[in-house]
């Protein structure tokens, strides 16, 4: 392969960053090796398995036959810069990249813009291709305050992307990441272990920021198992947002209960089929929401990547067979769509 097919979304120039032959390799076990934290020792799928190599057959596929694949554009596209600063107003711009307009400070969560996750190396990525665009591209976006990093693996924490920001952006991420940006310009990096908080000053305001123990990993190869992985709870003017990050089934949402109202709840629901020890179902994720109690739920890492072995419109049609009785609940379906919050 020689680049990004026609088709693709447009390329941004950034600088290169050369991955290590120990990280490629560890790209081949990203989504087929879960740790033994998460999952009974006669659970673990050996490396021959059927379903590891089932995995890294479709990864081979991802990387050959897909290359060529056209990338669908976004449902819609948002319009950030018409946005109301005294209103709370989400986008979902596609996978765990959401944006987030709290009251006039500007957050992005995950940013994975490009057309390819994975690993970068000259003139090409190694790793899976975007189904469908995102809904604004980089210099699309308004001015981003805030960014947030659930944990690293390499569709939450893209460096190309994250290269594009400079040191005026402020990044709050799990313990033990601070490393893998040192090469881009981003130099307001707070770590944040559960339950630690972060106070962010912006020119709107202050935004306060609690990260949450949720059930995943975040080992960004196969042997840095002793990186963090967060969810976030936001708070700004007495309302509250819930991202969750990745995680599979946890009860320790419910918690957040009873810090007092969520407003909205921002939650994974694809990449289950098999890595449910990891990814929780999205029957799951209304579970979860619910026990946090939040009333909005945004349904977001789906659509984006086929990173498991679930059928595209799988999750978000499951999403919503489980709010059948309550679909008022369900702000944002599909990608490029916009939710403002009721006040």
Not at 43 to 56: F, I, K
Not at 197 to 212: E, S, V, Y
Not at 253 to 279: C, K, Q, T
Not at 315 to 322: D, G, H, K
Request: charged share 25%; hydrophobic share 45%; aromatic share 10%.
């Amino acid at each position: 392969m020689s680049g990004e097919p026609p088709g693709s979304c447009a390329q941004l120039p950034v600088q290169t960053q050369i991955a290590p032959p120990e990280e490629i390799l560890g790209l081949f076990f990203l989504f087929s090796w879960v740790p033994d934290s998460l999952m009974e020792a006669h659970e673990q799928p050996p490396l021959r398995s059927s379903r590891v190599l089932r995995w890294l057959g479709h990864l081979w596929r991802e990387w050959t036959v897909e290359s060529w694949r056209p990338i669908v554009p976004a449902f819609a596209k948002p319009e950030p810069l018409k946005w109301d600063d005294a209103r709370v107003t989400v986008a979902w711009i596609g996978h765990a990249t959401v944006l987030i307009n709290f009251f006039g400070i500007t957050i992005l969560t995950d940013p994975v813009i490009y057309p390819r996750i994975g690993i970068r190396l000259p003139g090409l990525t190694i790793g899976p291709k975007r189904l469908i665009a995102p809904a604004l591209e980089f210099q699309e976006l308004p001015k981003i305050d805030v960014v947030l990093l659930s944990h690293a693996h390499v569709d939450h924490l893209d460096l190309r992307t994250l290269n594009r920001f400079d040191e005026n952006t402020s990044v709050i991420t799990a313990w033990n990441t601070r490393d893998l940006l040192r090469w881009t310009r981003l130099r307001d990096i707070t770590e944040l272990r559960w339950d630690e908080r972060a106070t962010i000053k912006t020119a709107a305001g202050d935004i306060n920021i609690i990260a949450l123990r949720v059930k995943h990993w975040g080992a960004r190869k196969q042997r840095d198992t002793y990186r963090g992985y967060n969810g976030y709870l936001l708070e700004r003017n007495g309302e509250r947002i819930l991202f969750a990050g990745d995680t599979a089934l946890t009860n320790t949402f419910a918690e957040l209960r009873e810090r007092g109202p969520l407003d909205l709840a921002i939650m994974s629901i694809g990449a289950y089929n098999p890595w449910v020890r990891s990814h929780c179902t999205p029957e799951q994720a209304v579970e979860m929401a619910d026990a946090a109690g939040a009333w909005f739920i945004i349904p977001v890492h789906h659509q984006t990547f086929r990173l498991s072995f679930e059928p595209l419109r799988e999750p978000i049609e499951r999403f919503q067979a489980a709010l059948r009785d309550q679909p008022e609940r369900i702000a944002l379906r599909e990608i490029g769509e916009t939710f403002v919050l009721r006040m």
